[in-house]
């Protein structure tokens, strides 16, 4: 029995919205006791209603209750608090704020265990009990608990809707289906759902068969992932004793060299010695024997002269100082340009075949290529922003706006030579290359103007059909006028249709070969597509040809 009253006493002073002994306890004018946190923030949920509410008793307020502290109550829990007495056991299993209420239960209700579709209400675990004893429960439908139940009710009739009308595609009672439902498609809603619980099941099917398609191609994906990995791993791995054995050549060649060189040097050094050292020799012998013809050659005494005469040394024949060849200008500074000759074939060996590199490196593409933009705002993804380079232009092109502009004119410009410069048709390419998607735009303004892209190895003087834009197989150009398009590649000119813009947009995918023109105005609109195979990285070009102050100019795209 004293436990009973212990039992009694805690229930008593818990709060029924947080479950646990009340904090600051407050009670409104109901009598219902709650921590004042725990009210105010329940009656905070409410201020947008016109009134506030017990949660226990449901009581309503017109305005909100000024809350008061209620010290017995505080006095009370701190005493129990100092017995080791803490929260209601969890096994009271109490509806709180946004748990469904048994509808049975009376004064403080615990949670519901289970709805009933056919009564329409909610029973906790042991007002339960007898829809599971009683025969006259038994084709109750039962269900998770719900605060839903009343939506089951017809709002006109307050009958449970248990019929469906497919016409409206709405549940109603049997008295809306004799009444406004008349002649409609109308079946119970439990036909209704078994028709639905099918395509549901068809649905979740397919769902199910999605999901195992879209892990298999993540899987597959990242296989490809750790191959590519492999094959980068690998083929940096490659490169580097590539490169690797390429330097120990130069080295060894540069070795090679340098031996021969100091070879020769001891060569030659040795031949020159020696023979200066025969000289030297000469040079001493004729000295000697010069003091000796000096000598007798003062002699006044004739006998003697002719009696010592014979005895003197022969000369001893001279070096032919003809057969010495010097080459004063020249020693081993002819290897020095034979290396140097190498080095820029080499480079240009390099320069030539690292494009084919650079290109073998884009069209690495795992996925297949994605299919071509439709909208503006798709294509902008793969905007670029291009310039103009100067060293290009010709001089009858006046480059404006940040190298983006260009515009014919009368007088020619001064622009310095450059062996990258058109010198024949009043044309220029872009600074940068473009590989891979890329978009841009062209404004022009005038009587007509070229869009084109190039390799960088058009010709850029000589005959029309070697530099020209459209004329030759290193360039692919839209020609624009006032009133049609025309396509050129090769000198082979192909009418274009479409509507005439002012704007022109160019979608490049180099890797899939593919090269359009779009007419650019509210709609885009497709004026000629390429499909071939690049094989260099590609340059947008321009051409203003038809009168003095046409313009054509690269966009600034967003």
Request: glycine residues 4%; neutral net charge.
């Amino acid at each position: 029995m004293a436990q009973q009253g212990v039992q009694l006493d805690q229930e008593s002073i818990s709060c029924c919205i947080c479950l646990d002994l009340l904090k600051d306890p407050v009670t409104i004018s109901c009598g219902h006791s709650y921590c004042m946190n725990c009210i105010k923030t329940h009656w905070d949920k409410e201020d947008g209603k016109k009134l506030h509410s017990c949660p226990q008793c449901r009581l309503t307020f017109t305005s909100r209750p000024v809350l008061v502290k209620n010290t017995m109550l505080a006095d009370l829990v701190e005493q129990l608090k100092k017995t080791g007495l803490h929260a209601a056991p969890a096994d009271h299993c109490y509806a709180g704020p946004e748990d469904v209420a048994c509808d049975v239960c009376t004064g403080r209700k615990l949670k519901a265990f289970k709805s009933c579709l056919i009564c329409l209400v909610s029973y906790c675990e042991k007002h339960l009990q007898p829809h599971y004893e009683s025969p006259a429960f038994k084709n109750h439908k039962m269900v998770d608990p719900s605060n839903k139940l009343q939506e089951n009710i017809c709002s006109r009739h307050y009958e449970v809707m248990k019929i469906f009308c497919r016409t409206d595609q709405r549940c109603i009672c049997y008295l809306c289906s004799v009444d406004e439902h008349e002649g409609h498609d109308i079946v119970s809603a439990a036909a209704e759902r078994a028709e639905r619980q099918r395509e549901l099941e068809v649905s979740r099917l397919n769902i199910q068969q999605r999901i195992q398609d879209r892990e298999k191609d993540v899987k597959l994906l990242q296989q490809e992932v750790e191959a590519v990995d492999l094959s980068a791993d690998k083929a940096v791995e490659d490169n580097e004793k590539i490169f690797t054995e390429l330097i120990r050549l130069m080295e060894k060649r540069s070795s090679d060299v340098k031996q021969q060189v100091r070879s020769q040097q001891r060569t030659e050094v040795s031949r020159v010695k020696e023979l200066q050292e025969q000289l030297e020799q000469e040079i001493t012998e004729l000295k000697r024997n010069d003091t000796e013809l000096k000598k007798l050659s003062h002699t006044e005494d004739h006998n003697q002269f002719l009696h010592n005469y014979p005895s003197l040394s022969p000369i001893s024949e001279s070096t032919d100082s003809s057969s010495i060849k010097i080459c004063p200008l020249s020693y081993f500074e002819d290897v020095t340009e034979a290396v140097s000759e190498v080095r820029d074939k080499l480079q240009d060996v390099l320069r030539e075949k690292w494009i084919n590199v650079s290109l073998t490196l884009t069209k690495v593409d795992v996925l297949l290529s994605e299919s071509e933009p439709k909208t503006r705002a798709e294509f902008l993804k793969y905007s670029r922003e291009i310039t103009l380079d100067p060293k290009t232009a010709n001089t009858c092109l006046l480059l404006s706006d940040g190298n983006r502009k260009a515009a014919l004119m009368k007088q020619q410009q001064s622009y310095s030579s450059h062996p990258d410069r058109f010198t024949e048709c009043c044309q220029v390419l872009s600074r940068e290359s473009l590989t891979g998607r890329c978009y841009w735009e062209v404004e022009w303004r005038g009587g007509g103007v070229e869009v084109a892209v190039a390799y960088k190895n058009i010709g850029r003087n000589g005959k029309w059909n070697e530099c020209g834009f459209g004329l030759n197989d290193k360039s692919w150009s839209l020609r624009c006028y006032n009133n049609s398009y025309n396509f050129w590649y090769n000198s082979v000119k192909t009418p274009v249709t479409g509507p005439r813009s002012s704007r022109v947009g160019v979608y490049l995918d180099h890797s899939a070969g593919i090269l359009s023109f779009y007419s650019v105005s509210e709609t885009m609109t497709l004026l000629h597509r390429v499909q071939t195979t690049f094989t260099q990285p590609l340059y947008t070009g321009l051409y203003v040809w038809y009168s003095f102050g046409d313009t054509a100019e690269l966009c600034k795209v967003k």
